[in-house]
């Protein structure tokens, strides 16, 4: 599954569309970037806290990518650098026929490690996989899904039937 490039794609958005892109703060890639359009019922930025909260009915798009939440925090170092990402309400990340919903999201940008919470749930077209706990290990590539009261639950579709044929024999 696309899972782990979900957050990957989410990073690199968030950090090239914030308002440190204008200040040059945040450089992502040199080449011409696409058009990113974020709308929330309010955004408010402290810089003495080091955070930027988008809040209410928050829609990111980036060509075909787009985030759904309630609420969208950004906490940054002194030097504006992403340290977290947290996302909240109702998460809900969309690329083509893949998604990922849950309740909560976070990123921690340092250890490049991605946290979906709150009754997590990924499809890749008709498949889907969900647990208590989605974690996505962009250093190591490794996704684990843990289970909790429910165990860990994943369904698949194959286009190829699983039956066993019978080996001919040549003679």
């Known amino acids: 599954m696309r899972i782990n490039s979900y957050f ?3 990073i ?3 950090c090239s569309v ?3 892109q204008g200040m040059g703060y945040c450089v992502v890639n040199p080449k011409p970037q696409t058009k990113t359009d974020i709308t929330s019922d309010s955004l408010v930025v402290n810089n003495k806290k080091n955070i930027a909260v988008f809040t ?3 829609v990111a798009i980036k060509g075909k990518l787009k985030i759904l939440s309630s609420v969208l925090n950004v906490i940054y170092t002194k030097k504006n650098k992403i340290k977290m990402l947290i996302a909240t309400g109702n998460v809900h990340i969309i690329k083509g026929k893949d998604n990922i919903t849950g309740g909560r999201a976070v990123y921690y940008n340092k250890k490049r490690i991605a946290v979906i919470t709150e009754n997590p749930i990924a499809y ?3 498949n889907k996989i969900a647990g208590k706990k989605i974690m996505i290990n962009f250093k190591t590539g490794i996704s684990t899904v843990i289970g909790g009261k429910k165990r860990v639950n994943a369904v ?3 286009n190829k039937s699983l039956t066993v044929q019978k080996q001919r024999n040549k003679k």
């Open 8 to 10: 990957l794609i989410l």
């Open 12 to 14: 690199v958005f968030l």
């Open 18 to 20: 914030f308002l440190f």
């Open 56 to 58: 209410g009915h928050v």
């Open 124 to 126: 890749e077209g008709k």
């Open 156 to 158: 698949v579709y194959s």
